[in-house]
């Protein structure tokens, strides 16, 4: 008979469900992780780009595919502007079947269980627990917990089902794996400009054994009707970049959603929403897979109390949640309006003189100093400072949004 009774039922069993399973399952809590496909890490629908922090964090060592020193960026009209420096590692690229994997096995080490092929049916929260109706291999089951945590990602059914909000922007996003692409190594490629990626970038990333990801994600809104596949084919096409595309063969494509901007409601009655389910992907670069690991290691041990005390009520979750959440929030809402006010919301003809701006010797030296994938807000706010071009716009959009 398959135990039906946990501490803690975690839907999906993605990276932000597997690093949640870890620790929970470590600190002593029994653990069940459902997920809805029959294998982890599957489908696949990410630009594999991990943070140091978050690599070294899980030690999944075996999963890098490449290491990356930095990012060549290309302006509307063809400028480059590099930022990074050549030996010192920015970023790792992982192969995100092997990375989910791992993570996911940690906490099966740690104590916890997986059921594949299941997928929640129904809730119902008391003030005793939660009973979850789910349909495992086809068959129907009733479980019960006394914590249900959503980790299913961007379209997470828990956060629909109790009705949590949406994430602020849902930007889509497509991928080709291709071969014969020729670029640098240790660089990864960036063009921006309103025909290939309205308001964002396209991507170029190395991903091992000769094979790049070639990528593009921006917002509906800013696509105007146009599908994000049609950008991609106008960035193969593109007259400033065609020629580095044309001996190219692909040989897979995929498209997702990236949810960014933390929905309103993390947490219920006995509910809490984590990772991309809670809108956590950066508004900078659509990673998602760092804020999932920092929100929950974030309210580890007084979330842990409260499971073995059983007070997991709305206000207690929210007293838990709540200031470590808002931080975060606020990080999210200042990156992405820094964004806005220097490349989202501007004009090619606009855009094209902030790279003039970024390729002064003096703001790219303040670029590579401050720079960090994982943290845009402070090069944002350095370079909205310092660079008398960017303070100017900064003054008309409200600078008190940004310092606050
Ligand atoms: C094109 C593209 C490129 C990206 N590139 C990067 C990148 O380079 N770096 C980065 O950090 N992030 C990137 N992201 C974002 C990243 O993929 C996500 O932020 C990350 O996977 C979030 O992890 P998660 O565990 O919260 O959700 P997910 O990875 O989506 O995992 C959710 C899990 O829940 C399962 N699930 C969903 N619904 C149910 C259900 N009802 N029942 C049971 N199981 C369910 C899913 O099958 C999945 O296994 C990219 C996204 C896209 C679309």
Known sequence: MK?????????GAGPTGGRTA????????S????????????????????TPKALHEVGLYDSILEEIDGARIHGPNGSLVPVGTDGKLRTYVVCRKKFDQGVVQQAMEAGASLWLNTQPRSAETTQDGVSLKIESNGEEREL????????????????????MGRPKEMMIG????????????????MYSGSEIAPGFFAWVIPSGFGSHRIGIWSTPERLNGRSVEQCYDDLLQHPLWKERFQNIKEIARFCGPIPSGMVKKTVGNRIMLLGDAAGMAKPTTGGGIGPGFKQIKGILEPLSKAIFEDKLSEKNLNKITSK???SMKKDQDKARLLRNLLVSDVEDNELDKHFENFS???????????GDIEKPVPLGLALVKKVPAFRKLALKAGTRLLFR
């Open 324 to 326: 470590h959440f808002q």
């Open 360 to 370: 002064r010797p003096d703001v790219l030296e303040l670029i590579n100093e401050i």
């Open 174 to 189: 497509f991928q080709a794996e291709v071969l014969g692409y020729q670029g640098t190594d240790r660089w990864l490629e």
């Open 3 to 11: 135990q039906s009774e946990w501490d803690v039922i975690i839907v």
């Open 144 to 163: 019960k917990c006394k914590l249900l945590i959503g980790c299913d990602g961007a379209h997470s059914w828990t956060r629909r089902y109790f009705k």
């Open 31 to 50: 653990v069940l992780m459902l997920e809805e496909h029959s294998e982890i890490g599957r489908p696949f629908q990410c630009a594999g780009l991990v």
């Open 22 to 29: 870890t620790h929970l399952a470590s600190l002593g809590h």
